[in-house]
């Protein structure tokens, strides 16, 4: 899959069936209309593409009424959206950066500049909800009436929906934000998860616990930026992490802001492996996903070391016992298959 910021680059696909969204999670809804695209670009022997934005555009809209609280809670960082595209099959995605510039752009000159001019568009696919342009006054008849002006044929998606629910972006924040992994899981189609590389940081796990029952080492943690200040998800969880051995790793995850350490306000996804196989170095600069499988708690602030070490010592006891079930689980349902 070729990533491009903007389309005036050389190697962009001349002509392209598209869709146009912010995939945020990328979820099952998601995921139907990029196999619907495929469909109709194997048909047209066209290339798929996907224009999406950074900064979503109701985060743009948010910070210029400087009302950051409207922005919405990010499922997913653009490393794991590009990620998830490119295993949907996606040949080609167009990142546009949402400014002032493009929040002012008429809708008829949002067809021309940038889905005829810009992207060749032959097809483009757009979901029930679609809207586009200035003061967003663009929408699917717009869209439809262009494409018989211009020669591009133009489609549309209606919701698609699981065991009655309509999927979307939001109701996976609603899952997420709530701690129901599960109900994330089957709106995602996999579990929820956030990758990234190992970062270095204040090194403080390796005093915390070291005179706590299996933590002779403390409990030393790896560390994930999540690079948006909102997660969908926050608080303590049983994980597993995959990419740093043969097989994955159970752990318990903080995902938030840390509130008992410091007050940057950083948002940060620390992992203590419950039996660390990573050696000193623990895996710095290796990309990892972090599979966050069931909410243990809410994150909380506490008087003092002492009282966060016991704080974890009980989350990763609690950890053990779920990961030990969901290992269990998942044994019987691979026998039951077979």
């Known amino acids: 899959m070729r990533v491009f910021r903007g389309f005036h680059h050389r190697g962009i696909a001349p002509a392209c069936a598209l869709t146009i969204g912010n995939f945020d999670g990328v979820h099952r809804g998601h995921q139907a209309m990029l196999a619907l695209l495929q469909s109709e670009a194997r048909h047209r022997g ?5 224009l999406t934005f950074e900064p979503h555009p109701r985060d743009f809209f948010a910070a210029k009424a ?8 990010r499922i997913a960082n653009l490393r794991d959206k590009l990620g998830e595209l490119e295993r949907c099959g996606v040949d080609q995605v167009v990142i546009l950066r949402f400014d002032e510039a493009l929040a002012s752009l008429p809708a008829q000159d949002f067809i021309r500049q940038v889905l005829v001019d810009g992207l060749g568009a032959r097809y483009v696919l757009v979901g029930d909800d679609f809207r586009f342009g200035a003061k967003r006054q663009g929408d699917y008849a717009t869209l439809d009436a262009a494409g018989q002006a211009r020669g591009f044929d133009v489609a549309r998606m209606m919701s ?6 309509r999927v979307s972006s939001s109701a996976v924040r609603e899952a ?3 701690g129901d992994m599960a109900a994330a899981a089957a709106l995602l189609g996999r579990p929820y998860a956030i990758s990234g590389h190992i970062t270095h940081g204040r090194k403080l796990g390796r005093q915390l616990g070291e005179s706590a029952p299996g ?3 403390g409990f030393r943690t790896l560390n994930l930026r999540f690079a948006h200040e909102k997660p969908a998800a926050h608080g303590i969880f049983a994980v597993l992490v995959h990419g740093l051995a043969p097989e994955p790793l159970p752990g318990v995850a903080s995902l938030g802001n840390r509130p008992t350490v410091e007050d940057a306000g950083r948002v940060l996804l620390e992992v203590h492996c419950l039996d660390w196989p990573l050696g000193a170095e623990g895996g710095y600069g290796k990309l990892a996903r972090v599979e966050l499988l069931h909410k243990l708690r809410d994150e ?11 704080a974890i010592a009980a989350d990763t006891a609690a950890a053990r016992a779920f990961l030990a079930t969901h290992a269990a689980q998942r044994r019987q349902t691979t026998r039951d298959r077979i």
């Open 46 to 50: 066209l290339p798929t593409c996907v």
């Open 66 to 73: 400087g009302k950051p609280e409207l922005a919405p809670a």
């Open 160 to 165: 698609y929906e699981v065991h009655g629910l």
């Open 176 to 178: 997420l934000a709530a």
């Open 215 to 217: 933590a002779a080492d």
């Open 300 to 310: 909380a602030k506490y008087d003092g070391l002492e009282a966060l070490t016991a």
